[in-house]
């Protein structure tokens, strides 16, 4: 299956279930390295329509990060790392921490 197959496949999933979170962050992750522009406008979709899916919150704050918008990103990392407290998911919130350590490093914001 070619990147274009699996983008018009799952652009069919989120117009069959525009609700499911997983739909439009599959989608997103797929842009992601062809089309920064749209894997932006997806990400900020999600991280406003699905502000509780917090597979959303790492991979979008390293966009934001590359494509130069340094303060949104660290309200990302800071907005999924409360999330991932709230949710209680450890895991992710080793994940996002540990990134948003690099981030401020990387960035000279300590």
């Known amino acids: 299956m070619t990147n274009l197959d699996r983008i018009q496949l799952l652009r069919q999933f989120t117009e069959e279930e525009p609700d499911n979170p997983f739909n439009w962050y599959a989608l997103a992750i797929e842009f992601r390295e062809t089309d920064q522009e749209e894997a932006y406008t997806?990400?900020?979709k999600l991280l406003t329509d699905h502000p509780t899916y917090l597979a959303t919150y790492f991979p979008a704050a390293h966009l934001y990060a590359e494509m130069g918008e340094i303060d949104q990103s660290k309200v990302i990392f800071e907005n999924g790392?409360?999330?991932?407290l709230e949710q209680k998911n450890v895991k992710a919130l080793q994940e996002l921490q540990?990134?948003?350590?690099n981030f401020l490093f990387e960035n000279d914001l300590n």
Do not use: R, S, T, V
């Open 98 to 101: 540990n990134a948003y350590q």
């Open 81 to 84: 790392i409360a999330l991932a």
């Open 42 to 44: 997806l990400f900020a």
